[in-house]
């Protein structure tokens, strides 16, 4: 059975940096784009950064020049650095992968169980 799991997230002051990982797990055939997305409380899901297959990257205005989403291919995890943090990126933050399992007909979506994610001012 294929499952994301995340690591990291934490409390942190404002203008501090936390690291996220995601590591995929399973039969997977193909693991195309990873994307971050995070939920602060009474808002809805939004779609924080995005990295393809082969690096191409995309991040909501919100966080561009702060946050760097990467991916390790051989280990299939998603990573997201997070610098100059502000207390407006307090949220849980959930991790996404669009996989092919081996017994899929189909590319699925496939969520992380949520990191919380806590930035003081």
């Known amino acids: 059975q294929v499952q994301l799991v995340e690591s990291g997230g934490g409390l942190v002051q404002a203008g501090g940096s936390l690291g996220l990982s995601c590591a995929a797990s399973?039969?997977?055939?193909?693991?195309?784009?990873m994307r971050w997305y995070r939920q602060a409380p009474g808002k809805q899901r939004e779609l924080v950064a995005a990295?393809?297959?082969?690096?191409?990257?995309n991040y909501a205005d919100s966080v561009k020049g702060r946050f760097t989403i990467s991916r390790d291919n051989a280990k299939n995890t998603v990573y997201l650095q997070m610098n100059s943090l502000k207390p407006e990126d307090t949220a849980v933050y959930y991790c996404?992968?669009?996989?092919?399992?081996?017994?899929?007909?189909?590319?699925?979506?496939?969520w992380g169980q949520g990191t919380q994610v806590t930035v003081s001012s």
């Open positions: 996404n992968a669009v996989i092919f399992a081996a017994t899929s007909l189909d590319a699925d979506d496939y």
């Open positions: 399973g039969r997977i055939l193909s693991l195309n784009v």
């Open positions: 990295v393809t297959s082969g690096g191409s990257t």
